[in-house]
């Protein structure tokens, strides 16, 4: 029986061993089975077409198979001295010199050859006069060209001397674009246009133990107001919220320009920490959330961080953090991996003639917002405070007793990649204290929420006549109608924003009249430790 024959007559007897529904039988061959039958078919019917076709002269003879073991074993030493890791030195620096210096890092991080030869001074001299030389910064900052020492350079002189001056070329841009400041806020007037020239991000790190581990996550939203910036963080690869230690807040801002000086795509960057703040879930799961809802817990955490946990499973669902614009660019650019911008005041020369330096009367600016819209927003001066005021090393500052009117609600929004809400009587704070030249003496954002007053302090308001009636009411304002709902601790609240350097408080009462909140008695209250160190006093 020829071989296709058989192979006819193994199809026929599968095919008539099927059932009927279309599931082969079980007493049959499986699936597995015909196919090895089939190969095997196949393979013995090429066998044998080659046996038919090919005469018993041609058979192969041990000579010929001596020469293609010779072949084979060439191929496989010559696949292997054509591997890029087997090139010369020269070849692949030929190739690294067209790369740009993001490029040229990224490959440094495949092996130690590729490390050493990607930290070459010849690629990186090359990346020195194209960016520095032809980019025309010598002439620039008015600074003769660079000459390096005689004798043989250290490994990786170009690569420090082209990050140094272009690191020092992007800082001395920001002092340019923080020239023209607003006359009321004193907050520069150019500052969103900056962010966006030196392309700074801002990224949140998530540490897990003792930094072992750390987990970078761009902001997803980086909202500009005239005092501040709300930045959101949501994704899904959070890590556990149970294993992570430490929230850092850092800016990265790019190193390599072009020249319509819009930063290089891809490019190395460089860090600068801003805040560090320590999360515990052992301690934040016995805490009562400060805000929720039907789906998440929120905590509000120090610096102006808040992170929202879900109801359901207890995991991380985002984090948001209002950060000043005070420094904001100085904090996001010209801080280090590890050490932050210092926090600067203005220095005061000591003053002999007042009484009580520190303690005098200061310009104020009072907003209360949601990401994208003012509530209420306020400038006035705060009356001088006293010795006598001082209490727990804080000096409190009058900004204004009467009312002055709010919108009719305060609300801040949520989001992340599948949800989003609404938590009602919620709401930032921004808050700046100028001292007597016009410079910032101290600045606030943190999140805040309505409290419901005490009934005693409720009621000794009304008594006081500073809720309706009495001189504190400006002429445009009327009591309510019933002022009982004030006695009964109902319709007042008071809110409060904090951080290391001082808090700002205030309260709140609805005005049932107009239809609208009424904001009064807010205060400042700046820590002893910041007056001591501008004035040189000892409170």
Known sequence: MSTQQHVDKLSSYLKSHKLSDGTPDKSGPSTSRKQLLSRGASGSAGKAQTASTSSPGSARRPSDSRNTTKTSTLRMHLAKKLCIQNMPDEILLRVFSFLNAGALLLAATVCKKWYS????????????????????????????PHVPPAGDLAPGY??????????????????????????????????????????????????????IKEHNFPANDAIYSKFSY??????????????????????????????????IKNGPRTRSLMQTIELSWSKLRDRTPDVQDSLVNVYFMEEGFFVAVWKDGGELAFINCAVHNHHLLQRSVLGSSTTCFPHLVPSHLKDDISRDPGLSRYDCMISLRSHRKFFFEEYTSCKGASRDSIVNDLASFEAFT???AAETEF?????????????????????VLLDDFRKVFWSISAPSKLVPMELSEARALVQNGQIWGGTNLPFVFRPPKDPRSF????????????????????KVVWDEERERYQVFQVYFHITTKLINKVFGTNY
């Open 402 to 404: 009467n009312w002055r």
């Open 230 to 263: 709300s930045l959101r963080w949501y994704d899904l690869s959070f890590p556990p919220i149970r294993s992570i230690r430490y929230i850092r807040l850092y800016g990265v801002t790019p190193v390599f320009y072009g020249r319509d000086g819009l930063p």
């Open 487 to 506: 006695e009964a601790g109902q319709n007042c609240w008071c809110f409060e924003a904090s951080n290391s350097l001082g808090k700002i408080t205030g």
């Open 158 to 211: 170009w690569q420090k001397q082209a990050i140094s001056r272009l690191v020092a070329a992007r800082n001395n841009r920001i002092p340019k674009i923080l020239k023209s400041r607003d006359c009321g806020t004193c907050m520069p007037v150019h500052l969103q246009q900056g962010v966006t020239a030196l392309g700074v991000k801002w990224f949140v790190c998530l540490v897990e133990g003792n930094n």
């Open 411 to 431: 609300y801040l929004r949520w989001k992340t990649d599948l949800f989003k809400g609404e938590f009602k009587d919620v709401f930032i704070v921004d808050a």
């Open 117 to 144: 030869l990607a930290h070459d001074n010849y690629l990186w001299r090359l990346q020195y006069r194209i960016h520095v030389e032809l980019g025309g910064l010598d002439k620039l900052e008015k600074k003769a």
